[in-house]
T-cell receptor, first 116, second 109 residues
Framework: NAGVMQNPRHLVRRRGQEARLRCSPM?????VYWYRQLPEEGLKFMVY????????ESGMPKERFSAEFPKEGPSILRIQQVVRGDSAAYFC??????????????FGPGTRLTVL | KNEVEQSPQNLTAQEGEFITINCSYS?????LHWLQQHPGGGIVSLFM???GKKKHGRLIATINIQEKHSSLHITASHPRDSAVYIC???????????FGKGTKLSVKP
């Protein structure tokens, strides 16, 4: 049973380009969470999705960032017109039952985004 | 003041020592999570607890809801325990975990 998979593991973009980060949850998990870890800072919640639905996006920046979790395929975190401040590690986690308050989350290895 | 505070920030121990990492929070919660982040960056969920105490191998986690405090203990520490240990609490909405800044543990042989 494969764990949570994220790709790419490392992504380099120039300012103004788009970054697409993918997350495939564990088999049987339909709840996905995205977190960001800025250099020398703690993890910050970004968004919580179920299949085809955004449940909580209270941690998402208002502009340039979007997330989806389609019926088929991985969850995608999309960052348009990247800036240097977007450089961070982006982690995805999944859970089988949903609700961070009540369910263990399984983390992916992260995608390290570097914006030049 | 951060909503989740961890102490100490950094901890160096000798192999075999008993280790305690503390977490205090200021928000109402339903569950608290302890995570381990390895030097390579990967994150593993160690515990999720809402009351009392949980034990897994050499790791023990306790929580006191009234005092809004949790502790993570490591017995007979080993160099492979070296990692950053992160406390996280449910912040109200379904997905919104609030994280502490982590405690960096280094266990020397």
């Amino acid at each position: 049973n494969a764990g949570v998979m994220q790709n790419p593991r490392h992504l380099v973009r120039r300012r103004g380009q788009e970054a697409r980060l993918r997350c495939s949850p564990m088999k049987g998990h339909s709840h996905v969470y995205w977190y960001r870890q800025l250099p020398e800072e703690g993890l910050k919640f970004m968004v919580y999705l179920q299949k085809e639905n955004i449940i909580d996006e209270s941690g998402m920046p208002k502009e340039r960032f979007s997330a989806e979790f389609p019926k088929e395929g991985p969850s995608i975190l999309r960052i348009q017109q990247v800036v240097r401040g977007d450089s961070a590690a982006y982690f995805c986690a999944s859970s089988p039952l949903g609700g961070a308050l009540t369910d263990t989350q399984y983390f992916g290895p992260g995608t390290r985004l570097t914006v030049l | 003041k951060n909503e989740v505070e961890q102490s100490p920030q950094n901890l160096t121990a000798q192999e075999g020592e008993f280790i305690t990492i503390n977490c205090s929070y200021s928000v109402g919660i339903s569950a608290l999570h302890w995570l381990q982040q390895h030097p390579g960056g990967g994150i593993v969920s160690l515990f999720m607890l809402s009351s009392g105490k949980k034990k897994h191998g050499r790791l023990i986690a306790t929580i006191n809801i009234q005092e809004k405090h949790s502790s993570l203990h490591i017995t007979a520490s080993h160099p492979r325990d070296s990692a950053v240990y992160i406390c996280a609490v449910g912040g109200g909405s379904q997905g919104n975990l609030i994280f502490g800044k982590g405690t960096k543990l280094s266990v020397k042989p």
